[in-house]
Protein backbone atom coordinates (compact mmCIF):
# COMPACT_ATOMS: atom_id res chain seq x y z
CA UNK A 1 0.00 0.00 0.00
CA UNK A 2 2.98 2.31 -0.21
CA UNK A 3 3.42 4.03 -3.99
CA UNK A 4 5.53 6.50 -2.87
CA UNK A 5 9.63 5.15 -3.27
CA UNK A 6 12.15 6.14 -0.67
CA UNK A 7 15.70 5.13 -0.38
CA UNK A 8 15.69 2.98 2.94
CA UNK A 9 18.99 4.35 4.35
CA UNK A 10 21.29 7.50 3.85
CA UNK A 11 24.03 8.65 5.69
CA UNK A 12 26.92 11.31 6.25
CA UNK A 13 29.47 12.93 8.76
CA UNK A 14 28.46 16.01 10.64
CA UNK A 15 28.24 19.41 8.91
CA UNK A 16 27.80 17.48 5.11
CA UNK A 17 24.85 17.66 3.23
CA UNK A 18 21.82 14.58 2.76
CA UNK A 19 19.63 14.34 0.18
CA UNK A 20 16.27 11.98 0.31
CA UNK A 21 14.75 11.29 -2.70
CA UNK A 22 10.69 10.18 -2.76
CA UNK A 23 9.37 8.82 -6.10
CA UNK A 24 5.27 8.98 -6.68
CA UNK A 25 3.14 9.34 -9.67
CA UNK A 26 1.43 11.23 -11.10
CA UNK A 27 -1.89 10.86 -9.38
CA UNK A 28 0.01 11.94 -6.10
CA UNK A 29 2.66 13.71 -6.31
CA UNK A 30 2.44 14.91 -9.47
CA UNK A 31 -0.66 16.95 -8.58
CA UNK A 32 -0.67 17.45 -5.02
CA UNK A 33 1.99 19.23 -2.48
CA UNK A 34 4.02 16.87 -0.62
CA UNK A 35 5.11 16.80 2.97
CA UNK A 36 7.77 15.42 5.13
CA UNK A 37 7.56 14.09 8.96
CA UNK A 38 10.90 13.56 11.05
CA UNK A 39 10.66 10.54 13.26
CA UNK A 40 13.18 10.52 16.31
CA UNK A 41 13.69 7.25 17.94
CA UNK A 42 11.16 6.15 19.83
CA UNK A 43 8.83 9.55 19.85
CA UNK A 44 5.62 9.97 17.27
CA UNK A 45 6.48 11.47 13.83
CA UNK A 46 6.69 15.28 13.65
CA UNK A 47 5.71 17.47 10.50
CA UNK A 48 9.25 18.91 9.01
CA UNK A 49 8.20 20.12 5.83
CA UNK A 50 4.49 21.26 4.21
CA UNK A 51 3.45 22.46 0.53
CA UNK A 52 6.65 21.01 -1.12
CA UNK A 53 9.25 23.48 0.76
CA UNK A 54 7.36 25.31 3.67
CA UNK A 55 9.17 24.82 6.98
CA UNK A 56 7.07 24.97 10.25
CA UNK A 57 7.79 27.22 12.73
CA UNK A 58 11.06 26.28 14.73
CA UNK A 59 12.32 23.85 12.06
CA UNK A 60 15.68 24.96 11.30
CA UNK A 61 16.72 26.17 7.35
CA UNK A 62 18.96 23.76 7.14
CA UNK A 63 15.75 21.70 5.99
CA UNK A 64 14.91 22.45 2.30
CA UNK A 65 12.07 20.71 0.25
CA UNK A 66 11.78 20.35 -3.77
CA UNK A 67 9.16 18.90 -6.11
CA UNK A 68 9.72 18.81 -9.88
CA UNK A 69 7.20 15.81 -11.57
CA UNK A 70 6.72 13.08 -9.67
CA UNK A 71 9.54 13.36 -7.93
CA UNK A 72 10.52 15.26 -4.25
CA UNK A 73 13.53 15.99 -2.45
CA UNK A 74 14.09 16.56 1.42
CA UNK A 75 17.95 18.16 1.70
CA UNK A 76 19.60 18.37 5.11
CA UNK A 77 22.64 20.74 4.64
CA UNK A 78 24.88 21.36 7.70
CA UNK A 79 24.08 17.75 8.88
CA UNK A 80 24.23 17.51 12.90
CA UNK A 81 24.09 14.40 15.05
CA UNK A 82 20.40 15.38 16.28
CA UNK A 83 18.99 15.00 12.62
CA UNK A 84 19.80 10.95 13.32
CA UNK A 85 15.83 9.66 12.59
CA UNK A 86 13.55 8.53 10.40
CA UNK A 87 11.99 10.59 7.70
CA UNK A 88 8.92 9.63 5.75
CA UNK A 89 7.34 11.67 2.47
CA UNK A 90 3.24 12.02 2.01
CA UNK A 91 1.03 13.33 -0.42
CA UNK A 92 -2.43 13.00 -1.11
CA UNK A 93 -3.06 10.30 -3.50
CA UNK A 94 -6.45 11.41 -5.70
CA UNK A 95 -6.39 7.98 -7.18
CA UNK A 96 -6.64 6.85 -3.41
CA UNK A 97 -8.74 9.54 -2.62
CA UNK A 98 -6.24 9.64 0.26
CA UNK A 99 -3.10 9.92 2.40
CA UNK A 100 0.06 8.33 0.94
CA UNK A 101 3.31 8.15 2.71
CA UNK A 102 6.64 6.72 1.36
CA UNK A 103 8.66 3.84 2.62
CA UNK A 104 10.96 5.75 4.66
CA UNK A 105 14.73 6.72 5.02
CA UNK A 106 16.78 6.31 7.98
CA UNK A 107 19.36 8.87 8.25
CA UNK A 108 22.23 7.74 10.06
CA UNK A 109 24.89 10.64 11.05
CA UNK A 110 28.50 8.57 11.15
CA UNK B 1 -2.03 24.60 22.02
CA UNK B 2 -3.51 21.85 20.89
CA UNK B 3 -2.98 18.64 22.11
CA UNK B 4 -3.75 14.98 20.56
CA UNK B 5 -3.78 11.81 23.08
CA UNK B 6 -4.47 7.78 21.73
CA UNK B 7 -6.15 5.04 23.97
CA UNK B 8 -7.17 1.90 24.02
CA UNK B 9 -6.49 -1.76 24.66
CA UNK B 10 -3.11 -3.08 24.55
CA UNK B 11 -3.96 -6.54 24.23
CA UNK B 12 -6.21 -7.60 21.75
CA UNK B 13 -7.21 -11.16 20.26
CA UNK B 14 -7.21 -12.01 16.46
CA UNK B 15 -10.93 -11.50 15.47
CA UNK B 16 -11.81 -9.33 17.98
CA UNK B 17 -13.24 -6.17 17.57
CA UNK B 18 -10.22 -2.76 18.46
CA UNK B 19 -11.41 0.57 19.37
CA UNK B 20 -9.12 3.52 20.23
CA UNK B 21 -9.99 6.83 21.27
CA UNK B 22 -8.45 10.08 20.42
CA UNK B 23 -8.77 12.82 23.03
CA UNK B 24 -7.82 15.81 21.78
CA UNK B 25 -7.86 19.82 22.74
CA UNK B 26 -7.05 23.27 21.35
CA UNK B 27 -9.54 23.34 18.42
CA UNK B 28 -12.84 22.06 17.48
CA UNK B 29 -14.00 19.77 14.94
CA UNK B 30 -16.32 21.62 14.09
CA UNK B 31 -14.17 24.23 12.47
CA UNK B 32 -14.46 24.38 9.18
CA UNK B 33 -11.00 22.40 7.33
CA UNK B 34 -10.18 20.83 10.42
CA UNK B 35 -9.87 16.81 10.26
CA UNK B 36 -8.57 14.32 12.59
CA UNK B 37 -6.59 11.20 11.08
CA UNK B 38 -5.41 7.81 12.31
CA UNK B 39 -1.97 6.69 11.02
CA UNK B 40 -0.33 3.65 12.22
CA UNK B 41 3.11 1.70 12.41
CA UNK B 42 4.10 -1.80 12.68
CA UNK B 43 7.35 -2.01 14.51
CA UNK B 44 10.02 -1.59 12.67
CA UNK B 45 7.79 -0.66 9.49
CA UNK B 46 6.65 2.51 7.85
CA UNK B 47 4.07 4.66 8.59
CA UNK B 48 0.34 3.77 7.10
CA UNK B 49 -2.43 6.15 6.51
CA UNK B 50 -5.71 4.47 8.09
CA UNK B 51 -8.45 7.32 7.99
CA UNK B 52 -9.76 10.51 8.35
CA UNK B 53 -12.73 12.56 10.10
CA UNK B 54 -13.33 15.87 8.71
CA UNK B 55 -14.89 18.91 10.43
CA UNK B 56 -18.01 18.39 8.54
CA UNK B 57 -18.48 14.61 9.45
CA UNK B 58 -16.90 13.50 6.14
CA UNK B 59 -14.65 10.01 6.35
CA UNK B 60 -11.82 8.93 3.96
CA UNK B 61 -10.39 5.42 4.24
CA UNK B 62 -7.21 3.83 3.52
CA UNK B 63 -8.48 0.98 0.63
CA UNK B 64 -6.91 -1.52 1.70
CA UNK B 65 -8.96 -1.57 4.94
CA UNK B 66 -12.19 0.13 4.44
CA UNK B 67 -13.75 -2.48 5.01
CA UNK B 68 -12.93 -3.05 8.41
CA UNK B 69 -12.62 0.21 9.76
CA UNK B 70 -14.85 3.13 10.84
CA UNK B 71 -13.96 6.50 12.31
CA UNK B 72 -16.77 8.61 14.36
CA UNK B 73 -16.42 11.40 16.99
CA UNK B 74 -17.72 10.32 20.46
CA UNK B 75 -21.43 11.28 20.94
CA UNK B 76 -20.70 12.49 24.29
CA UNK B 77 -17.75 14.63 23.67
CA UNK B 78 -16.98 16.44 20.26
CA UNK B 79 -13.62 16.17 21.98
CA UNK B 80 -12.78 12.56 20.89
CA UNK B 81 -12.35 10.49 17.62
CA UNK B 82 -13.26 6.66 18.07
CA UNK B 83 -11.16 4.31 15.39
CA UNK B 84 -12.74 0.99 15.51
CA UNK B 85 -11.35 -2.01 13.58
CA UNK B 86 -12.96 -5.20 12.75
CA UNK B 87 -11.46 -8.89 12.87
CA UNK B 88 -8.10 -7.78 13.75
CA UNK B 89 -4.83 -10.00 13.02
CA UNK B 90 -1.94 -10.36 13.97
CA UNK B 91 -0.21 -7.94 11.25
CA UNK B 92 -2.66 -5.32 12.95
CA UNK B 93 0.11 -4.73 15.42
CA UNK B 94 1.88 -1.88 16.01
CA UNK B 95 1.70 1.42 17.38
CA UNK B 96 -1.26 4.03 16.60
CA UNK B 97 -1.31 7.43 16.23
CA UNK B 98 -3.91 10.14 15.20
CA UNK B 99 -3.00 13.56 14.10
CA UNK B 100 -4.54 17.22 13.34
CA UNK B 101 -5.20 18.58 10.03
CA UNK B 102 -6.52 21.58 8.84
CA UNK B 103 -5.09 20.93 5.26
CA UNK B 104 -3.58 17.90 4.29
CA UNK B 105 -0.57 18.09 6.42
CA UNK B 106 -0.18 16.47 9.59
CA UNK B 107 0.62 18.91 11.90
CA UNK B 108 -0.33 17.58 15.11
CA UNK B 109 0.44 14.36 16.42
CA UNK B 110 -0.40 12.05 19.54
CA UNK B 111 2.04 10.22 21.36
CA UNK B 112 0.91 6.91 20.08
CA UNK B 113 -0.55 4.17 21.44
CA UNK B 114 0.88 0.25 21.22
CA UNK B 115 -1.74 -2.43 20.55
CA UNK B 116 -0.64 -6.20 20.16
CA UNK B 117 -2.47 -8.62 18.57
CA UNK B 118 -1.99 -11.72 19.85
CA UNK B 119 -3.63 -15.27 21.63
Known amino acids: QYVLTQPPSASGTPGQRVTISCSGS????????VYWYQQLPGTAPKLLMYRNDQRPSGVPDRFSGSKSGTSASLAISGLRSEDEADYYC???????????FGTGTKVTVL | QITLKESGPMLVKPTQTLTLTCSFS??????????VGWIRQPPGKALEWLALLYWDDDKRYSPSLKNRLTVTTDTSSRNQVLLTMTNVDPLDTGTYYC??????????WGPGTLVTVST
Open chain 1, 26 to 33: SSNIGSNY
Open chain 2, 26 to 35: GFSLSTRGVA
Open chain 1, 90 to 100: AAWGDRLNGYV
Open chain 2, 99 to 108: AHTSGYEFDY
